[in-house]
């Protein structure tokens, strides 16, 4: 998400008349999931929204399509900027009684929190499905969630490691692992207290002891990855998912220890000119259809109690999802990132 450049877009999606017993034409799922029928009716009234978001502008593109299948009268119009740049402009705007979003999205909880005077009372229908703690405000809700899992070459790693302590291995010294800096943000900083807090405070030493490599980010080093540069890797599965899906060889494993998970932050402004549209974007995004989607599309995991599907290698029986504590995660960052690169000789 390192991208400098602000992009906007319009999607419209070109999905036919849904079928089946409706109201107004659409599904009485829909009105029960989604929305009343008077909330259906008023969004596509006004027909449309503005969407902010500090996602990848390619994935957030694919979940508007997938909602148009649903809403084909509602427009979406995407602005994306990474992170940081994004929450600079929302105080700009709201300073100067402009902001211009009716929902935006985030990926760092601790920004958009400090933020909530701005967002207006929201909850979805399914609210009650949600997991506390992946919540910071009442007024916040986490319409994408990542997830942390171990991936690997699979055309050259014939014995991939199975559990996150199978990284502390002899056999993998010397640049066979590699990971993404603890600093780079708050996904790899969830990962780095994960292994910290959950795999023993002597994991950082015995891991940097077998000469790792590190990467800024993600991106680059799920490329190098594929080329076999490297062969094994922590990598958030929704980047190394969509390279699978792709042909690359690769392939990931969620390890019995836990899947660290980084959920988004995703609230609807007290400013919203299209306050119907955008809940009912957000409606979708938290229903299950919506979660679903994203799991098997785009490679995410979910915030929901009762996940509606999983991800390919996942059994529920063995594989837990692991969230930070948001309070020790605000206050421990600045004091275990810097040991965490004094541990693995990082300079930033």
Do not use: C
Not at 35 to 55: D, H, P, R
């Amino acid at each position: 998400m390192k991208r400098r450049s602000f992009t906007r877009t319009a999607v419209l999606g070109t999905a036919g008349i849904l079928t089946g017993s409706s109201v107004g034409g659409l599904p009485a799922l829909a009105q029960n999931e989604f929305g009343s029928k008077e909330l259906i009716a008023a969004a596509e009234k006004e027909g449309q929204l503005t969407y902010y978001t500090a996602n990848f502008a390619e994935t957030e593109q694919e979940v508007i399509k997938e909602f148009n299948k649903r809403f084909p009268k509602v427009k979406v119009a995407m602005v994306r900027a990474p992170g940081g740049q994004l929450i600079t402009r929302i105080k700009t705007e709201a300073a100067a009684g402009k902001l211009g979003a009716d929902a935006i999205s985030h990926t760092d909880r601790g920004l958009m929190l400090a933020l909530a005077d701005l967002f207006q009372d929201y909850a979805p229908p399914n609210a009650a499905d949600y997991r506390p703690d992946a919540l910071v405000s009442p007024k916040l809700w986490p319409g994408a969630t990542l997830g942390w899992a171990i991936s690997y070459n699979s055309a050259l790693v014939k014995n991939p490691p199975k559990t996150w302590m199978d990284l502390l291995k002899p056999e993998y010294k010397n640049r066979m692992i590699a990971q993404v800096v603890a600093p780079s943000g708050g996904t790899t900083w969830t990962r780095s207290m994960f292994e910290r807090q959950v795999l023993g405070e002597d994991y950082w030493a015995k891991q940097a002891a077998l000469g790792i490599a590190l990467y800024p980010s993600g991106a680059p080093l799920s490329d190098a990855l594929v080329r076999g540069e490297v062969q094994i890797a922590p990598s958030l599965y929704n980047i190394v998912y969509t390279k699978a899906r792709d042909g690359a060889p690769v392939d990931s494993v969620f390890a019995p220890e836990g899947v660290p998970i980084i959920p988004f932050s995703d609230g609807i402004p007290k400013t919203a000119k299209n306050l119907n549209a955008a809940k009912l974007f957000m409606n979708w995004r938290l229903s299950k259809e919506g979660q679903a989607f994203q799991i098997k599309s785009l490679g995410n995991i979910t915030s929901l109690k009762e996940p509606p599907a999983f991800p390919k290698g996942w059994d529920p029986k063995v594989v837990k999802v692991w969230v930070p504590n948001f309070e020790q995660f605000e206050k421990l960052r600045t004091p275990w990132i810097e040991e965490w690169n004094k541990t693995y000789g990082y300079r930033q």
